[in-house]
């Protein structure tokens, strides 16, 4: 199997994960690879439901160039500046998640609470609110992730990023889970309790 075709594969999986999970409907969100080399990327295509990807469904584009074949999703740029800002990403997950963006509109942070969000998280950046496709939403969005592997874009999405396609799909769960239980906690009149900042740099023994 070819790099790409592995790759692709992985995504496919991803997006049925995604939309099992409950973080999207339909095509609310968008997922790419980087390919060996690190110069160029898998992405999916414009319009495409998560659950529903096929090997069509994906296209290429360049990192150095700052280009993307036709029928790309709209946010291709998002992941085309991230990958430039972020040598180390191997890929990126795109979602509109519903607990992540009520916290958002709220005012209110994603707190890392349990042990899953502080090792696969540590911290929640957040961006201002950006119109979908352009690039000074991409450059925003890849400006958060330098030093962070979760930022939310406000009134929008979130964007996870990992050293493969299953650690950003780990991280994209996890950041619903974390901000699903921050709101759980607000509503229980809880607006302090994170996970202890002593223990933040060493929360495995390994």
């Known amino acids: 199997m070819s790099d790409y075709a592995r790759l692709v594969t992985q995504l496919i999986d991803a997006g049925r994960r995604i939309v099992a999970a409950g973080l999207v409907q339909g095509s609310a969100g968008n997922l790419s690879a980087r390919l060996p080399g690190g110069d160029r990327y898998v992405v999916t295509k414009t319009g495409r439901w998560l659950d529903e990807l096929t090997p069509g469904d994906f296209v290429t584009g360049s990192v150095a160039a700052g280009t993307a074949e036709r029928h790309a999703t709209i946010e291709w740029r998002l992941h085309h500046r991230t990958y430039a800002a972020r040598p180390d990403a191997a890929a990126i997950v795109h979602l509109h998640p519903h607990h992540a963006l009520l916290l958002a509109a709220l005012d209110q942070p994603v707190r890392c609470i349990t042990l899953d969000h502080q090792v696969y998280l540590g ?42 396609v299953r650690m950003a799909l780990r991280r994209a769960l996890v950041l619903e889970d974390a901000a699903a239980m921050t709101y759980q906690m607000l509503l229980a009149g809880d607006r302090d309790t994170a996970f202890p900042p002593a223990w933040a740099g060493r929360a495995i023994d390994a």
């Open 123 to 164: 911290s929640v950046r957040r961006v201002p609110f950006r119109p979908a496709g352009s690039d000074d939403l991409a450059r925003s969005a890849a400006e958060a992730s330098v030093g962070c592997d979760a930022v939310i874009l406000d009134h929008h999405g979130s964007s996870t990023i990992g050293d493969s």
